[in-house]
């Protein structure tokens, strides 16, 4: 049976704007960058085929309207992919929206890689609406960061099965107030990197984010965090769960 469970997986788009030379008056440059994706499987391939942005009092503005395909899995711990670049109207936003048109899962199985479809409701695809606030000014940049919790989104139904469905999880927070958590996970006694997921935790032991550690240098980082106080969590397999409490400061990413 699969443990889609384990997919500790996300997807992350930095959404840029910017005042940039070449723009029209008035306007700014929206720039989307997707990482970070650890998983147990060995890709997961997603297609976003449109991301749109609403203005407060005015109609949807489109900023990517290419379809492109991504496999979550090169994308781990910080390593970014440029999803698109679009000049904006500067004003207020309160929405984007996500268009995911296919995805797919792909697993070794004795020695050979099986792909099963993962089913996008046909609701979906009119697009993921997110509430999300932010300003748009041609002088200044703006940064939104949009995590894709592939972990919690595909779902297995029932288990099993390989009858994958998407149930997107995104959550996003302004850049400007965010930072990074990283840290190492090594084996006690000889120090050994350990492949385990990382989880961090708000006050009231609610995941916040997730992440799997690199399996060759048991490093971790986890963008997109607003500062606060966490608890970080590690979950390796012949070790007790650890959680670590801390104060972590808003860095630039």
Known sequence: MRQVSKLLAGL????????????????????????????DAKHVYVTISEVQAHREGYAWETVVATPQTFDLLSLRNGAEAVLGDQALPA????????????????????????TYPVTVPSGLQS??????????????????????????????????????LLKPVIRGVAKVISGSISGTVVAAGSGNP?????????????????????????AFKIVAVVAGSYKVRVTAEGYRSEGVWGSYKTQRL
Request: proline letters at 6%; one cysteine or more; a negative charge.
């Open 194 to 218: 350990l492949s385990a997921p990382v989880s961090v935790l708000d006050a009231t032991d609610t995941e916040v984010a997730s992440t799997l550690t690199d399996p060759t240098t048991g």
């Open 91 to 114: 004003g207020s936003y309160t929405q984007l929206r996500l268009v995911v048109s296919e995805a797919s899962i792909v697993f070794e199985e004795n020695g050979v890689d099986t």
């Open 127 to 164: 697009g993921i609406k997110l509430d999300i606030k932010f300003e748009v000014k041609p002088t200044e940049v703006t940064t939104l960061l949009l995590d894709f919790d592939a972990a919690k989104s595909i779902v297995e139904t029932p288990p099993g099965s390989h009858n994958y």
């Open 12 to 39: 992350l788009l930095a959404l840029i704007v910017s005042g940039c030379q070449g723009q029209p008056s008035g306007q700014g440059k929206l720039r989307i960058l997707l990482t970070d994706a650890p998983a």
